[in-house]
């Protein structure tokens, strides 16, 4: 029996059983056999909740880019790691070979030194989709300095956000990028951003649209130049197992954004066994995940989990819809892709289309498909499983989250049998609990409550940057003893879990994760708005859209309000970014709120997803009789 590599439904089991009877014993005899250690570890773990505190190999040391490249340059050093495939088809892939990855590392990271970053130091990277992005996150990992890689569609006030909150002392950007046909101003954002950030002293900025962009002297700095004169060498610096590895942020229901801390070795070893487990990866295949980077899809499985496992990882720049909406069929064509991983919101999109743009491929060679991010409706589940996988290809629905670092509920192809919208099983190592509403446990099958987890995983999150406070509150202080992922599930009859969503203030839009209260923030910015409060609602492609409900002040009261629906989408843009825009506005003439002056969003949902027939005890609202003015009103908005 191989603990590492899971080939059928009884090999689960028993693996599954031995990671519950001796987590320690199981989790050290992967660690052992499978990565490249500068020195052992005295102790596999130590944890307490309470704390919370959670240390995986202990005395450990290592460097993570050598498992992920050097090690495999005597067996692979003419594999393909990274295949780039680019925005515009005509411009061609680009393979990126182990040995040329190792050099192209080597001499980002002499680059990096060059300028000043030592181990420890935070480095914000703010990239499109371009090689340069996994270079410089494996740049920063080979010299210790931490990582903070921030999606390139995040605005300049989310982006400076971002950079302070962790005191980054670079940005590396580039001076634009291309995302269909469209061509976008990174460095504009950058330079915008900049204007309050005073830590920051270089930005290095790789060339990609060769857009007219200014330099600001002394602080900005072509990266090409630079990397022309770096060496090829760079020893790789040993690190502790638990030393920061990167910083990922993700929003909370409340206040700015948690940035959440991921160390060096539990994540390492962590993020490559699932990777193997989940996508069944086999050596001459071809892994696709459609993810950004600048999620921790795309840091788990696009750039650490693959390439940890020696295998070949494609990167997308582009979009689905261009050039036309066959483009994911005709890469997956082009390159024999063998596991194809996307959001359950680009299978709706697509699935809109006529099925032409799939039919004109050979998708014979896929082997595995996933989905991640949000829950995946039946319907998109069969238009997934019959006209790409032409019922032929497993499909892993995925759930994690960007605390987890991995995938933590997902079948295990060709051994789970799949059932649409379930997760299925728990993975090796991650024992699940649900709670009822008082904090207890339910045992047994057929339940349904809040999802969280016993037990620590290697690649939990360890803290929040600079507010251990705030971790422990968010996660641990909800049940004792345990981690709550802020999701509710079911358990069914044979023990597969089910996603229910989100039960507090999140809202997942397109798969993004989106809190209501900076969103309800922005709006508030603007001078004709009084109050404000966002709900989602069910929305056929995107999951859930946005529905704001805002009061106005006395002075914004005969604004015209397609006029304020444009400013207050314009700031909420400016401020988060595009993403965080309102699909449905309500000017509402009050909120409803609770003797306490909560506002009660249970109502506010109902409302926005018209199921007003029950809307439960409204009778101890402050004010009841808003409730039937915000029925009427709603039935305009459009
Ligand atoms: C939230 C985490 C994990 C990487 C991408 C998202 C939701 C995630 C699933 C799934 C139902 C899912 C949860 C979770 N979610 N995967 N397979 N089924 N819901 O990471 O941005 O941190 O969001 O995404 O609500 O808590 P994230």
Redesign the pocket.
Known sequence: MSNYHIKHLEEYWQVYRKSLRNPESFWEEIAEEHFLWRKRWDNVLSWDFSKPEVKWFEGAELNITENCIDRHLATRGDKTAILFEPNDPSEGAQHITYNELHERVSKFANVLKSQGIKKGDRVCIYLPMIPELAVSVLACARIGAIHSVVFAGFSATALSTRINDCDCKMVICSDGSFRGNKTIDLKGIVDEALKSCEGVSTVLVAERTKSDIEMKEGRDKWLQPLLDEADSVCKATVVKAEDPLFILY?SGSTGKPKGMVHTTAGYMVYSAYTFKNVFQYREADVYWCT?DIG???GHSYIVYGPLANGATTVMFEGVPSYPDYGRFWEIVEKHKVTQFYTAPTAIRALAKENLEFVNKYDLSSLKVLG??????NEEAWHWYNDNIGKKNSPIV????????GGIMISPIPYSTPTIPTY?TLPLPGIQPALMDENGKELKGNQVEGRLCIKFPWPSMARTIYGNHERYRDTYFSAYENAYF???GALRDAVGYYR?T??VDD?I?VS???LGTAPIEDAINEHPAVAESAIVGYPHDIKGNALYGYITLKETGEGRNHDNLSKEINQLITDRIGPIAKLNKIQFASGLPKTRSGKIMRRILRKIACKETSNLGDTSTLLNPEVVNELIEQSLVVS
């Open positions: 993700t993810a999620w921790i899809t989905t991640v991010g949000e829950p995946i629905d995925t759930w994690w989250q960007t605390e987890t997760a992922t802020g999701d996603i969503g989100r999140v997942i798969g993004h994760n």
